[in-house]
């Protein structure tokens, strides 16, 4: 069918250019004085495709953002690119705003709009804050359908069809218009104009919460704030090797096996899973078509909140979910009927809110995503997310908090003060406990509507980033790595028995899958050895291995950023190096 004229808005975002300190200022927001800015890389492509969509049917396309006046210049240049109109919603009573009064506040300005949009589309992310959840957050606020994210976009007709992309596969979802979607980095070339070709600021339509409906906005209005920011801790001490390649690699591997790379490993016995309480408020899990070890993980970090609050364990599982959940930690057993994240958190909020529990957990996937965004939206809640560790605050009102990857290699630690505290976790970097004792579990059902302005065809798969998450030793590839040349990384591959991993660049060109990014925006890793071949060294990229006992780094330029955040580092081609490297590394692993 011929599409209709569309009238789509973008959500855009104004983000620190490269690396950020990820410090705080004195209010608790992040510290931008002085920081070159630009457009948030998976903004640029929700601007690219709504100016598409809007030209090829005849519509009009609105680029939207929240942020100081200076985020101005992001509108500008979406204007350039070819949006109809842009509006800029700034007021110092938003500084501060976590991403649930964000959602809100964009909404409200969305509703400002001549008339309301058949499609909204954001980023599927951003490189300053990873919460993945205003998408969803909106379409709770617009009462919409939610897709994302999504590497193409066509309408047909009143509906959308489109191909979501998850991290194992991708999926072909049509969607019912008017909807929210998510734009995958990957999805179309980025919207991106000189700045000599910007309209003046004058283009661009002012508003601030005066022409909003009453709210509380900013720090005061947001259930959840960051309370500090942890620095990157200084563990890495860089030993750095040049010369010929047979040499230095010798030399490497010779401060390897002197710093104990290649020892057997000395595994502290793994914690048990804690036994339930049940004197106090419970926590829910919800499992979610994800990665079985990862549920376990999960299972196993809500037993022990429920342990330190006197609670027990609730799993709400999906359907054809796994069985095997009682040993892991779940004390009881929620099993839905329907699995579309809409009508699941819409179920979800009457059942909580009878059940009233201390928190409710997932892991940071997009299923869980959506299902925690729209129940932050339900109870005014907020949601903490991608968190790598929690932990329960001191004193008489005990709260939730946890550690989530931020600018610069910190850690920032995040505090729920709404209630039910929600939260997604990378499940890859949680200890896998101890299990304890089965039993059979009292099992509920919960009804789950249909949602039919949604529908799911067919799925491919492929790629287990589980086991990247899991890996002993894992292998990073920068843009320094064509992928032609990804064959000549096999032996060092079967010689480690290593897992691949990718900086953002190269999963956004398609040369390896998304699920295969390690960052602050993708996934974290805590192996043994993490071996950096041709990537600079970005902040954000190795955010997301901080945690790997060694790193080794090659890189043919001396001044890389990577080589002061590595522990052993070859100033060389890779592909000189590598048969040296696979012949020492054989020498030491012996298989």
């Known amino acids: ?107 409200a300005a969305i509703a400002l709009q001549d008339q309301p949009p058949d499609l909204v589309l954001v980023g599927a992310s951003s490189v300053d804050g990873s919460t993945g959840a205003v998408g969803a957050m909106l379409a709770e ?50 919207a991106k104009m000189p700045v000599e070709q910007w309209p003046a600021e004058a283009a661009v339509r002012l508003v601030s919460t005066a022409d909003l409906p009453p709210g509380t906005w900013g720090l005061p209005g947001s259930p959840t704030k960051v309370s500090q920011v942890h620095p990157a801790p200084l563990t890495r001490d860089p030993v750095i090797f040049r010369g010929r390649p047979d040499r230095q690699v010798s030399r490497a591997i010779a401060e390897l096996v002197a710093r104990g790379c290649f020892d057997a490993p000395v595994r502290a016995a793994a914690e048990p899973v804690p036994v339930p309480q049940r004197h106090g408020p419970d926590v829910v899990a919800l499992v979610g078509p994800g990665p079985v070890a ?8 809500a037993a022990a909140l429920a342990a330190d609050v006197g609670g027990a364990v609730v799993a709400v599982r999906a359907p054809d979910g796994p069985d095997d959940l009682a040993r892991w930690g779940a004390d009881e057993l929620v099993t839905l009927n329907g699995a579309e994240p809409r009508p699941v958190a819409r179920a979800l909020t009457s059942w909580i809110a ?36 929690l932990s329960v605050t001191s004193g008489p009102a005990p709260r939730l908090a946890g550690l989530k990857p931020s600018g610069g290699g910190t850690l920032a630690e995040i505090i729920s003060h709404g209630s039910p505290q ?12 101890t299990p304890r004792a089965d039993r059979v579990l009292t099992e509920h059902l919960l009804e789950v509507a249909d949602e039919p302005a949604l529908a799911r065809a067919h799925r491919s798969t492929g790629d287990d980033g589980d086991a990247l998450d899991r890996a002993e030793f894992v292998i990073g590839v920068g843009r320094g790595v064509p992928p032609d040349r990804y064959a000549d990384l096999e032996p060092i591959k079967d010689v480690l028995n290593a897992e691949l991993a990718a900086t953002r660049k190269v999963t956004d060109e398609g040369w390896l899958p998304h699920g295969r990014q390690v960052g602050i925006t993708g ?65 030491q692993v012996g298989g």
């Open 1 to 107: 069918m011929t599409p209709s004229a569309l009238r789509v808005t973008a959500l855009v975002k104004q983000v620190p250019k490269g690396d950020h300190s990820g410090r705080l200022d004195a209010d608790g927001r992040l510290e931008r004085a002085g920081v070159v800015t630009e457009m948030n890389p998976w903004c640029r492509r929700a601007v690219a495709q709504a100016v598409r969509l809007a030209g090829e049917s005849g519509g009009r396309s609105t680029a939207i953002t929240m942020g100081p006046p200076a985020a101005v210049d992001v509108l500008r240049e979406a204007l350039a690119w070819g949006a109809d109109e842009a509006m800029l919603l700034s007021d110092p009573a938003l500084a501060g705003s976590d991403c649930l009064v964000t959602a809100r506040a964009l909404a």
């Open 141 to 190: 606020l617009l009462g919409l359908p939610y897709a994302g994210p999504v590497l193409t976009v066509e309408p047909d007709g009143t509906r959308l069809r489109t191909t979501v992309q998850h991290d194992d596969g991708t999926e072909s979802v049509v969607v019912d218009l008017p909807a929210v979607v998510s734009v995958a980095e990957r999805s179309c070339p980025p």
């Open 294 to 301: 990862g549920t376990r993980a999960l299972l196993g970090a």
């Open 354 to 389: 009878h059940w009233e529990p201390w928190a409710v957990l997932g892991a940071a996937l997009p299923w869980d995503r959506e299902v925690l965004a729209r129940l932050a939206v339900a109870f005014g809640a907020g949601l903490m997310s991608d968190l790598v560790s």
């Open 422 to 433: 929600i939260a997604t976790l990378r499940t890859g970097l949680l200890p896998l406990r």
């Open 523 to 587: 996934r974290s890793v805590a192996p043994r050895m993490y071996v950096a071949v041709g990537l600079s060294g970005n902040l954000n990229h190795l955010a997301g291995a901080s945690r790997a006992g060694t790193v080794l780094a090659i890189n043919t330029d001396p001044a890389a950023e990577i080589f002061a955040h590595c522990d052993v580092g070859l100033v060389a081609d890779w592909q000189e190096v590598m048969p040296y490297l696979v012949d020492g590394l054989r020498a």
